[in-house]
């Protein structure tokens, strides 16, 4: 299995995506703050994985700590958090991890300070085992809605790379052709970060599992000619009304499928589920810096001064996802319901 990210007694080790897939690098991070550049810049990405790469931040920030009494181990604490918060504005993973982490502290926060340092490594370290296994099981449910033999198309990169293993949308692929199904992927490139060219095509390929990669503007001509049977996608933030934040084009790509009648599945953790926020216009979306668009692989390619929008996500309307895949379980619409179900939201609700 590819390791994304892991805890090391040197600090929290990660590919280093940006340069893939011409070059496999790890950076070790031995302080928070590397940590926050690493999410910020894309080292780490996708929202899985920026949920756990939190986790270990805040570990790592705290055992770093010279506080000497629980007081100002607190005001560490809480700086920290700030800071890992202010990465990335979209995945809602981020803010899901750092309230685990202080929820934790609280619970903790009367035991010695090594203790307390020790207990929130092993949460970190928690927070990553429990990723791997709830993408297995989102594995399994979603297996069963991939088609026996075909294509599948999928958008951006939902696989290992953007998880602490196995990994979402590519998990249920995996998933599905662990159970004998005969898949062929098309991927599309991603413009204009290319994941799915760069990391979607480079995973599936180290699996042995057919990949076409094709260009965003080429999968409504691949849906026409009958090549695609379905698609898997992942998510960085799930609205209660099922409305889904997932990487820019994703919206393009569930309207084609509604044109061309083929299923659109959504796979992502529960802790992509922000019951919080009623609906897709309460997302907020990231913007990224411009060179993005302008440059490819350092090569400006668009005239000086031109204006460019790079918005990093949007967000597709639930009237157009056929399902969305968890690892407790498969919701439908109407997704208020159902994601509350499996979320464990119904006796709050009630309340």
Sequence with gaps: MIQTLEWTDKGVRFIDQTKLPTEEVYVTCKTHQQVADVIRNMVVRGAPAIGVAAGMGIALGVNNSKAETTGDLKRDFDAICDLISKTRPTAVNLFWAIRRMQEKFDRIRIRPIPQIKRDLIEEAQ??????????????????TLMPSDGGVLTHCNAG???????GTALGVIRAAVEQGKKIHVYADETRPFLQGSRLTAWELMKDG????VISDNMAGAMMKQGKI?????????????GDVANKIGTYTVAILAKEHGIPFYVAAPISTVDMACPDGAGIPIEQRDGKEVTHIAGKQMVPDGVAVENPAFDVTPAKYVAAIITERGVARAPYDESLRRLAGQEAEVQK
């Design 126 to 143: 928690r927070m990553h085992a429990e990723d791997i296994a709830a993408n297995q099981a989102m594995g399994r449910h979603g297996a």
């Design 160 to 166: 290992a790379l953007a998880t602490a293993g196995y």
């Design 209 to 212: 599992i057919p990949t076409t």
């Design 229 to 241: 049977g379905a698609i898997v996608v992942g998510a960085d933030r799930i609205a209660a009304n």
